[in-house]
């Protein structure tokens, strides 16, 4: 049973940048084919797909969000780490990872979600 476990500050100021791990239990994440994204729900809106970084270390975000995002991972940890920039008040909402096969945004496992806020 895969477990994805989501952690961070659940307060960031405006224009700071958000910083939030997965730590993955249960298999690898560098096991063939699989994908690691990240996810959010805003209030009002549907799901927003951020980004994602592959089973080989490689990674893709969201054409809307390319410029302030970054996906790392660490793989003695098992773990893989969200960073976005120059956050503003936009940016609350709750986040979530998630594991896909072959990046086809059809889920099998996630984390329960983290709310993160953006206030001074």
């Known amino acids: 049973q895969v477990q994805l476990q989501e952690s961070g500050p659940g307060l960031v100021k405006p224009s700071q940048t958000l910083s939030l791990t997965c730590t993955v239990s249960?298999?690898?994440?560098?096991?063939?084919?699989?994908?690691w994204s990240w996810i959010r729900q805003t209030p009002g809106k549907g799901l927003e797909w951020i980004g994602y970084?592959?089973?080989?270390?490689?990674?893709y975000y969201s054409p809307s969000l390319k410029s302030r995002t970054s996906i790392s991972r660490d793989t003695s940890k098992n773990q893989f780490t969200l960073q976005l920039n120059s956050v503003t008040p936009e940016d609350t909402a709750v986040y979530y990872c998630a594991r896909d096969l072959y990046s086809n945004h059809e889920y099998d496992y996630w984390g329960q979600g983290t709310q993160v806020t953006v206030s001074s």
């Open positions: 970084i592959a089973y080989s270390g490689s990674t």
């Open positions: 249960g298999g690898s994440i560098t096991t063939n084919y699989y994908y």
